[in-house]
């Protein structure tokens, strides 16, 4: 009986205080339209000779007259990360009435749920990924807007370098929006070539043998791999292949159009037996994730590193005057340069909610502005051929200089081919590391895997 | 009160409008028509600060009466006695709630003003809901309380009740239909599609029975998944089991510590796969890991690369697993040893049985049932296993085991079809198992 009444007296007193909270609700009220007015400030300057009533009015129209675009980003790192939040700020201040719906979501975790988003009803407006086979996929699904139109109106087919809009489109109109590419190359320490006696840079293939040699005999690891996720090994393919047997056919294999058990395929691999046998690359790749592998590097326990340019984003700032790049060396100087230089952009999937809104972000992201400020945060080159490029520190230039001076650029060896393929093909690059014996066997099983692959296309 | 008020009618209308006024809250419209506007969005759009709220000052106080209204209704209806506030304290939260609706109807911006802000139907709702949690007590005034009695009596009884034997069933129901919608429903779907050569984004095409033939004559992947998870159950049954026993019987002496040596064991359990994978593969680095830096230390020159190795990988992963098992395993002992009878024991002793004759043929017998339980959890879990191998290895260094063989193949290769084929083969597996269990749990269960 007692207990009953202390809980009717606390429950009273929640009450009062309910009802006390609830007595200020003209504060409350009032705090509610200042904030409203703070965003709106240019609007409201602009209604100045309102009355106080209507500029309550006016604002609460404005704020629901939003038409929100939505963006799913890829940039999961730190600083790229830093940098896709800048610009959607920036838009958002130039914008309010197109406000961004931004996500942001581990990059390889993006990379699975792609085909949820672009199926969803309705799917995100604007999505980061890469060009290459990975798009190519979606689009012959028809889950890509044609973007054709925005391309023209915004002049890009004036300011961007053919070969990315060549890049860009299937059968002349144009899906995707390449904004940014990064090299790859072989990044090494030059104090610990130094330190070895190597004084040049390894352009040939028995100038890196020898460096390996070198590097060897005085106990530094000559090249470090971080191979947990398969996909850096893949990099060793495609440059293997592409010096010994030419772009040409390194893209007619990605295409699957070229066996892998051709005898072309098998030299590949006898070249990589050899650096393997050279004893030129880390112990246990596969227990390292690429950026683990990063840290021998770093404590001077190796010295070159087969990455792109993004290696810098994970590499130790204080450290970086130590780190330089040289192109992967010519096997034989009679065969075409072919380079892997990845291609990023954006895209529109056909199902967006607000597709005008969509390409306007788009159309935005693709700006020289957007460009300007990817090249001097990121280092990311820029596909307009209009963008200063006076700033730009040497490193880049040096980039630059590599990628122009090629016969043909790649994508990379799981952006070229189809993922079922990549994904064999990768698996079979890591059996290759651990027991080169294996080969002609390995590459059996790959030939089988692309004619089911053309088998699947077909039906 | 010259007659006691019943509050008992009042008490159930009270909590039939305060449960339909959280159902309007939450799952409609408040403004305009679209049911994603429903007055729970709005509330935390207005909360944080989203970008697109729309101003609806004063909202957080339905959400807060509501609940407390709930609340309080529901003790009015199972404590008839005490809970006779009840129903006074609901009406008293109504008018609350009332207040919301005052601001809104004659305050200083009024739903009227603005049409963009025409209340939609979960506003309406909510607001015949309070009125009637304001006028409730009524019911209880007994000039209007014995008028409903008299109604009630002369109500035709009906003879027949609902059966004895639905009535399980109808307790089952709401649960039984979830279940049936989200999980019996897709288990067919896979079956479904486990016949077709479905990718993910186009229609899919009837192909018979060719996943299963390809998975079982030319799939390689799939006969070394279906090693490792066969390495893995046969791990399961034996290492876990009799760590955890020996666990359990050490600790199930009264001793010093005893609870947080019990606590640490357990504690691995707490943790998600995907931090004990990430945080196992550091110690299995082979440069900077904590176990061959041991090594190291003991002056070893050539250390294994743990997850490096392709012979050693999978044992590795195992490893983890089981490290995280081990715990799980003591805790369903302890729990059983608990529950043995001590006049057991004590028979045993008299009877002159040591330790070991004591273990052998008084305890692990009555342990049994524990260790059937133990044994199929072990098993499932075995074949279940996809998060350690996710992370540590995402399936290469030949640690590929079912699970995720089959989210690479229908996510990644986009072969939905292939995939719901190896989906189906994980689940028969599981399904002789789990009938295995079931049938000896139910025969039991008969017995007794």
Redesign the interface.
Known sequence: MFR?KI??LM??L??AL??VS?CA?QT??QT??V??KVIETQIVEVEKTVEV?KE??VT??V??N?S?VSYNSYNGDPKPREFDEAIVAEW?TAHPDM?I?HSIIAHEDF??AI?AY??AEPAPDVLTWFAGNRAR?FID?G?IMDITDAWEANGLNESYAPGFQALASIDDKKYFLPTSYYWWAIYYRPSLLKQVGIEKEPETWDDLLSACGKLNEAGITPITIG????WPAAAWFDYLNMRVNGPQFHIDLMDLKESYTDERVVKTFEYWKQLIDAKCFI??????DWQ?AI??MVQG?AAMYLMGGFIVDSYPDEMEDDLDFFRFPIIDPAVPVGEDAPTDGYFMSSNAANPEGGKAFLMYLGSKEVQQKALADLGRLPTRTDVDLSQIAAPTQKGIQLIQSADYIAQFYDRDTT??MA?AGM?AF??FW?DPTLIMELLQ?LE?ERLRLLE?AA? | MEERWDFNAAAIVALLCCVIALFAFLFMPWIGVHLTDNGARLFSDYVYNATNSRPVPLIWIIPAILTAATGFALWGVLDPEKGRFASPLVALLGAIGLVYFIVAFVGPAPVWSNPKLIPGLGFWVVLGCILGMILQPALAWPPINNALERLSRSLPKSKKGISPKLIPYLFLLPALALYLVWIIGPTFYTMYLSLTNWDGVSTPKMVGMANYIRLFTKDKLFIESLINNLRWLLVFITIPTTLGLGMAMIFNQEMKGGRFYKVSFYAPLVLSLPVIGLIWSWVYNPRLGLINNFLFLLNFKEVPGWLGDRSLAIWCVIAAAVWRQVGYVMVLYLAGLKNIDPSFIDAARVDGADRWNLFRHVVFPLLAPVTTIIVVISIIDSLRSFDLVSIMTRGGQSTQVLANFMYIEAFNNYRMGYGAAIAVVLFAISLVFIGFYLSRVVRDELEY
């Not at chain 1, 191979?227 to 398969?230: D, G, P, Q, W």
């Open positions: 009953s809980l009717t429950s009273l929640l009450i309910f009802v609830a609700p409350v009220i509610v339209e904030e409203k009533e309550v009015q609460t129209e704020l629901v939003t929100p958002n406000p719906e990379k699975q085909r672009l199926t996929f699904k889950l191979a947990r996720f398969k112990e246990d790749p596969a227990a390292y683990e840290d021998p326990k993922p079922p994904e698996d890591m059996r651990d099983q089988e699947e039906q």
